[in-house]
């Protein structure tokens, strides 16, 4: 559905402005992406307003975005299913109350798999050459790392789960 407007939009740039350089691949790639990401803040805010979470939200949001800049993860096959499962995720986990000790705890597990996970799953989505993924992990793992100062749960849930996406199947 996503992959439809994005390229409904791309050939109506085509049409409207014919000696745009890009491709129409390239065009409806990149729509399909700003869609996705728009979709996504959209959604999680209208449902963190509706919970009241809305600041949680926003927070888990943005930290889980940050550390994926530098860490990958997987990507869901439709995104439709981006769209859903990553609201649903902000504003769930927005509402989850635990004690301190656990946010120690998912941080050091997070940094625990970012060593040995990231980064994952970004040659396919990313320019960066290999020789850079060394400091890729470091970066991950000390934003990370922050959070053993900082000890926000929001923070620690968000890097917990995006930690989690970094696994797969070698």
């Avoid at 509706?50 to 940050?66: E, N």
């Avoid at 635990?98 to 050091?108: A, D, G, K, Q, S």
Wanted: proline share 3%; net charge positive; hydrophobic share 55%.
């Amino acid at each position: 559905m996503i992959d439809r407007w994005a390229y409904h939009a791309a050939k109506h740039i085509k049409q409207v402005v014919p000696q745009h350089s890009a491709s129409l691949a390239v065009l409806t790639f990149s729509l399909s992406i700003v869609i996705n990401t728009v979709s996504i803040v959209l959604v999680t805010i209208f449902l963190s307003l509706l919970l009241g979470t809305f600041k949680q939200s926003m927070i888990i949001m943005v930290t889980f975005a940050i550390l994926r800049m530098f860490t990958g993860g997987y990507h869901l096959k439709s995104g439709l299913h981006c769209i859903l499962v990553s609201s649903l995720l902000f504003v769930l986990l927005s509402i989850v109350t635990l004690p301190t000790i656990y946010c120690i705890i998912f941080t050091c597990m997070s940094i625990m798999l970012i060593l040995y996970y990231a980064p994952s799953n970004i040659d396919k989505h990313s320019r960066i050459p290999k020789t850079y993924y060394i400091w890729l992990k470091v970066m991950g793992c000390l934003l990370v790392a922050v959070n053993l100062v900082v000890l926000s749960l929001p923070f620690a849930l968000a890097f917990f789960v995006q930690a989690i996406s970094l696994i797969r199947r070698r």
